[in-house]
Antibody, heavy 123, light 107 residues
């Protein structure tokens, strides 16, 4: 079964750090680009960043709102994607989703999503 | 960053209605646009990619059109399970950006 399972969410104080994980099963993780997307309470979706695959040297992209604070990494041997979040702000409070990106018809599609993990930044 | 302006932000419609949602990009994004459906408490689901290509398993009442800066998602005959929030997402350039969402409610 194709599945993405996020973990690591929780309550953290402003300025703190948290590391999210996304465990993958049912497809060849190492072939794929992987994304993080978040959704603040009652708000819309916000793309957080992307990890490219080994063929693309595991390079990453980030939204401006998280650049220099968040780091995306992956361990293909563990079939896992990570989001290291530092210097957290109250506005980082959200449900965080990992998603698989596939290149189709010259475009990208986020075709498989996890169930999300909740991050709350509050004192 | 490319701004995606989605309209309307919400709409009320009846089962069987034809529904149209639009997304406008702040610059040319060719056909690099997807449409996603999200139901409360659930992860988003891709409906359309490359502006007009239906994702496998998605009912044919959903269709997408457009290129450049103006895009449309159409639901030809709204079904009870289609009441949800819909988002567009441009993947033409980084950072990827979502539209603000359209909540489709029951009239």
């Amino acid at each position: 079964e194709v599945q993405l399972v996020e973990s690591g969410g929780g309550l953290v104080q402003p300025g703190g750090s948290l590391r999210l994980s996304c465990a993958v099963s049912g497809f060849t993780f190492s072939d794929h680009f992987m994304d993080w997307v978040r959704q603040a309470p009652g708000k819309g979706l916000e793309w957080v960043g992307r990890s490219r695959n080994r063929a693309k040297s595991y390079t990453t992209e980030y939204a401006a709102s998280v650049k220099d604070r968040f780091t995306i990494s992956r361990d293909d041997s563990k079939r896992s994607l990570y989001l290291q979040m530092n210097s957290l702000k109250t506005e980082d409070t959200a449900v965080y989703y990992c998603a698989r990106s596939v290149a189709v018809a010259g475009s990208d599609a986020l075709d498989i999503w996890g169930q999300g993990t909740v991050v709350t930044v509050s004192s | 960053a490319i701004q995606m302006t989605q309209s309307p932000s919400s709409l009320s419609a009846s089962v069987g209605d034809r529904v149209t949602i639009t997304c406008r990009a702040s610059q040319d994004i060719r056909n690099d646009l997807g449409w996603y459906q999200q139901k409360p408490g659930k992860a988003p689901k891709v409906l359309i990619y490359a502006a007009s290509t239906l994702q496998s398993g998605v009912p044919s009442r959903f269709s997408g059109s457009g290129s450049g800066t103006d895009f449309t998602l159409t639901i030809s005959s709204l079904q009870p399970e289609d009441f949800a929030t819909y988002y567009c997402l441009q993947d033409d350039s980084y950072p990827l950006t979502f539209g603000g969402g359209t909540k489709v409610e029951i009239k």
